[in-house]
C-alpha cells in the first residue's frame, strides 16, 4: 500500500479544510509613525509603502487600517524638540498623547498601544539616561514609568516597553496602578535582540545612536536560554503579554518562549524583515504576496498569537478576499 498524503492537497478547498495555520487581519497590528507637524505624510525610503504621519493625516490612515478589520495599531513618536533626557516624551501635548487622545476620540474602538521608550526622544539617540556614557538602567526607569502614564491619560489601551531596562515592567504597573490606571494593559519587548534588522526603523523614527550601540541592553543574538528568563522576569512583574522582536531570524526562540509562556505572544515582523522582501519583489527577484504570506504564517506557525507588522494592510487586503 502507498501512502498518499497528497489527497489532502488536491484542491484548494481541501487544503483549505485541513489548514493547520491560519491568519486573520485580526491577528496583526500596524506600526504608525507620528510626528510634529500638520497636514504631513512624509513617505520613509527604506520603507516602501510606509509613511511618516502629522497627528492630523493619521486619521485617515487609522480609518483604512480600521476598514480592513485589523484592531490595533502600535504609535511611535516622532518629537518637534530632542534633548539629553528625552524631557518631550512626558509631554501630554506631545505627539503621542496628541494622536492617542485624536484617534480614541474619532474610533473609540480602535485599540491603541503606545511604543514606551526614550530612543525617538533623547539627543543621543539611546533609549535612556546617559551617565559616565553608559544607559543609567535605575534612572531611566523613572522616566519611562511617567511617559507610560502619559500615554495612558491620554487613552492607550496598552503601553509597550521596548527600551530593555531591567524592572521597567514593574516600575510602569506600580506608576499606573498608583494613579488608578489599573485596566492599562502592558505589552512588554521582553525578548528584544541587538538586531542588525532594526536599520530601517532607525530612519523611520529618527532614532539611530549616536555613539556606539545598544547591546549594552539589548539581547545577544547567540542566546537562547536568556530568552526565556526575559520573559519570565517580565511575566511575574505583571506584564499583560509578551513580544519577540524581531520575529523571522528568531523564530526558534518564538517557539520556545510560546512553550513557557501562557500569556497572549506577539512577535514583532520588524523594519529589515519588511524592506528586503520589499526590494527583491522591486527588482523581480520573488512574488512579494506571496512570500509576504508565507512569512507572516511562518511566525504564527512558531507560536505568535498576534503578529505586529508593516505588512498589516497588504496582508488583510488579502485576507478579506
Sequence with gaps: MIIRPRRLRRTAAIRDMVRETSLSPKDLIFPLFVKHGRGIKDPISSMPGQYQFSVDTILE???????LDIGAIILFGLPEKKDPEGSSALDMEGVIQRAVLAIKERMPEMVVITDVCLCEYTDHGHCGIIRDGQVDNDATLEVLAK?????????????????????????IRETLDNNWFHEVGIISYAVKYASAFFGPFREAADSAPKFGDRSGYQMDPANAREAIKEAIMDMEEGADMIMVKPAIPYLDILRRVREECLLPLAAYN?????????AAEERGWIDGPKAMMEALTSIKRAGADLIITYFAKDAAEILGH
Design 270 to 278: 520588524v523594519s529589515g524583515e519588511y524592506a528586503m522582501i520589499k
Design 61 to 67: 490612515e487609522v480609518e483604512d487600517v480600521r476598514s
Design 147 to 171: 511617559q507610560a502614564l502619559t500615554h495612558a491619560k491620554a487613552g492607550a489601551d496598552f503601553v509597550a516597553p521596548s527600551d530593555m531596562m531591567d524592572g521597567r515592567v514593574a516600575a
